[in-house]
């Protein structure tokens, strides 16, 4: 299977979960000055995890810590150093951030270029911020282990 069709299924994934009841009235679109460096390499990583977060209306703290530390950990493996300030500024604005499911077909369409790598540690980070608040659903967990499962086989 490609990426193009595993980040595809990642996509249908987060639209069969998504709520358009959850959206919410205003969303933060820019990232603030201050982790501006992190929106190339964060945002459209970002933008689906948020999504599932949002999913039953609430995003929890654990949830939004494991956005965070994801996507933190990916601008690592990018060369982007991050300062304790910036840290902080970004996880406030994880803790904001509410997008749109219009902003979802840009992202993946930033996503297919990523790594197979770097998919699989989505799927991962997916598979954290759907179970952080201990309710995994079955077919939830079924959905992200059989993508996993995928990104693990040799890509064609």
Same mark, same amino acid.
């Given at each position: 299977?490609?990426?193009?069709?595993?980040?595809?299924?990642?996509?249908?994934?987060?639209?069969?979960?998504?709520?358009?009841?959850?959206?919410?009235?205003?969303?933060?679109?820019? $990232?603030?000055?201050?982790? =501006?460096?992190? +929106?190339?390499?964060?945002?459209?990583?970002?933008?689906? @995890? /948020? %999504? *599932?977060?949002?999913?039953?209306?609430?995003?929890?703290?654990?949830?939004?810590?494991?956005?965070?530390?994801?996507?933190?950990?990916?601008?690592?493996?990018?060369?982007?150093?991050?300062?304790?300030?910036?840290?902080?500024? $970004?996880?406030?604005?994880? =803790?904001?951030? +509410?997008?749109?499911?219009?902003?979802?077909?840009?992202? @993946? /369409? %930033? *996503?297919?270029?990523?790594?197979?790598?770097?998919?699989?540690?989505?799927?991962?980070?997916?598979?954290?911020?759907?179970?952080?608040?201990?309710?995994?659903?079955?077919?939830?967990?079924?959905?992200?282990?059989?993508?996993?499962?995928?990104?693990?086989?040799?890509?064609?």
């Amino acid at each position: 299977m490609s990426l193009g069709v595993l980040v595809g299924r990642f996509g249908e994934f987060v639209r069969a979960c998504h709520d358009p009841d959850a959206s919410p009235s205003s969303i933060p679109d820019e $990232f603030p000055e201050i982790i =501006a460096p992190l +929106r190339g390499c964060a945002a459209h990583h970002l933008i689906p @995890l /948020a %999504l *599932l977060s949002g999913v039953d209306r609430e995003c929890a703290q654990s949830e939004r810590e494991a956005i965070v530390v994801y996507c933190l950990s990916i601008a690592e493996r990018r060369g982007i150093s991050v300062s304790d300030a910036e840290r902080v500024a $970004f996880a406030q604005h994880v =803790a904001e951030f +509410r997008p749109s499911l219009m902003q979802l077909d840009p992202a @993946l /369409a %930033l *996503l297919e270029r990523d790594s197979a790598e770097d998919i699989a540690l989505l799927f991962a980070a997916a598979a954290a911020v759907v179970g952080a608040d201990g309710r995994l659903d079955p077919a939830e967990q079924k959905m992200l282990d059989e993508l996993k499962s995928e990104i693990a086989r040799p890509l064609r």
